[in-house]
């Protein structure tokens, strides 16, 4: 599968778009679109053009991550579903993800509504509850039970 531009559309919103480098609420140093990684260095720069590019490469990468641990859990998913485990992924990385209580809910067979309702467990960012992550878990649950 591959994302929607809808959600694509969303994160974008919901993660800003930052052309210097800084550290997010959890204290990893990011840029553009929520990109992070050892290629992102402090003081750094980039343009909206690089912003959208990294942004592309994340998405790329975190479909081929997402569409693999689909596959070995032999799971059937709407867009609406695999959208919203996209934007989960690429906030909290597919290691969090795969660990998570949500995954091995939907891995189980647990209906929508049980597997929407974790969403909402991850608003923290360093300990604190985070307005913004709370509005884009609740969202991304509302996308998630879409039929």
């Known amino acids: 599968m591959k994302a929607s531009e809808k959600i694509k559309t969303l994160m974008k919103q919901w993660e800003g778009l930052k052309l210097r480098a800084y550290r997010c609420p959890s204290g990893i140093l990011t840029i553009g679109y929520g990109?992070?990684?050892q290629d992102v260095?402090?003081?750094m720069s980039i343009t909206r053009e690089h912003a959208?590019?990294?942004f592309a490469g994340d998405i790329a990468k975190f479909e081929t991550q997402l569409n693999n641990i689909v596959s070995n859990a032999r799971l059937k998913l709407r867009q609406g579903?695999?959208?919203a485990l996209l934007s989960f992924a690429y906030n909290v990385g597919i290691t969090?993800?795969?660990k998570s209580t949500l995954w091995r809910k939907l891995a189980a067979g647990a209906d929508d509504v049980e597997v929407a309702t974790e969403f909402g467990?991850?608003?923290y960012g360093n300990g604190k509850k985070l307005p913004g992550l709370?509005?884009?878990r609740a969202e991304e649950?509302?996308?998630y039970a879409s039929r």
Request: charged fraction near 30%; hydrophobic fraction near 40%.
């Open 121 to 123: 467990k991850w608003v």
């Open 35 to 37: 990109h992070t990684g």
């Open 141 to 143: 649950a509302r996308i």
């Open 52 to 54: 959208e590019s990294l």
């Open 134 to 136: 709370i509005k884009r």
């Open 81 to 83: 579903q695999y959208d």
């Open 96 to 98: 969090a993800l795969i």
């Open 41 to 43: 260095k402090p003081g």
